[in-house]
T-cell receptor, first 116, second 110 residues
Framework: DAGVTQSPTHLIKTRGQQVTLRCSPK?????VSWYQQALGQGPQFIFQ???????QRGNFPDRFSGHQFPNYSSELNVNALLLGDSALYLC???????????????FGAGSRLTVL | QKEVEQDPGPLSVPEGAIVSLNCTYS??????FMWYRQYSRKGPELLMY????GNKEDGRFTAQVDKSSKYISLFIRDSQPSDSATYLC??????????FGTGTRLKVLA
């Protein structure tokens, strides 16, 4: 059973460029969350997608945007890259369904972005 | 003040030792408490998931939650070199987002 897969694993961009990161959730999961993890820090919540809609957003500027597709996969887009955007970007999937309560997140290995 | 505080370490212990990892938090709305293990250049892996207060045991791992003190702990018994990793605590009040600690780097010496 494939877990959460992310691509690309590594990429290097220059300031001002744009980047798109991709995520395929674990089989059976319907919700995708994106986190940013700077070196030596814990993951920071960017946003969550469920039923192809952004459900909640963390404290990140509008340069960060996303999308969820009908097959539950997701993309994270970052425009006008800054040096401070260099980080490991983690995708996490979960099954939300109709119930409430925190859902167990399954993380991918991440996409490591370096902005020069 | 951060919502979740976690000592970054590093923490070095000999093989076979009991390891205690801790987090404190300030948001009394948190009801879900998780511990993740993250190896270098990998994504976090769920170790323990606890709802509300109490203890939970799984093999060599025990998670404790004390909501009155806003304090959670993870104990690792008979620690092994393969336990060397960064341990992240995470908390949530609902379905949307987890708040993570900074992580504690653990090294178990053979």
């Amino acid at each position: 059973d494939a877990g959460v897969t992310q691509s690309p694993t590594h990429l290097i961009k220059t300031r001002g460029q744009q980047v798109t990161l991709r995520c395929s959730p674990k089989s059976g999961h319907d919700t995708v969350s994106w986190y940013q993890q700077a070196l030596g820090q814990g993951p920071q919540f960017i946003f969550q997608y469920y039923e192809e809609e952004e459900r909640q957003r963390g404290n990140f500027p509008d340069r960060f945007s996303g999308h969820q597709f009908p097959n539950y996969s997701s993309e994270l887009n970052v425009n006008a890259l800054l040096l401070g955007d260099s980080a490991l970007y983690l995708c996490a999937s979960s099954f939300r369904g109709p119930r409430s309560g925190a859902n167990v997140l399954t993380f991918g290995a991440g996409s490591r972005l370096t902005v020069l | 003040q951060k919502e979740v505080e976690q000592d970054p370490g590093p923490l070095s212990v000999p093989e076979g030792a009991i390891v205690s990892l801790n987090c404190t938090y300030s948001n009394s709305a948190f009801q879900y408490f998780m511990w993740y293990r993250q190896y270098s250049r990998k994504g976090p892996e769920l170790l323990m998931y606890t709802y509300s207060s109490g203890n939970k045991e799984d093999g060599r791992f025990t998670a404790q939650v004390d909501k009155s003190s806003k304090y959670i702990s993870l104990f690792i018994r008979d620690s092994q070199p393969s336990d060397s990793a960064t341990y992240l605590c995470a908390m949530a009040s609902g379905t949307y987002k987890y708040i993570f600690g900074t992580g504690t780097r653990l090294k178990v010496l053979a």
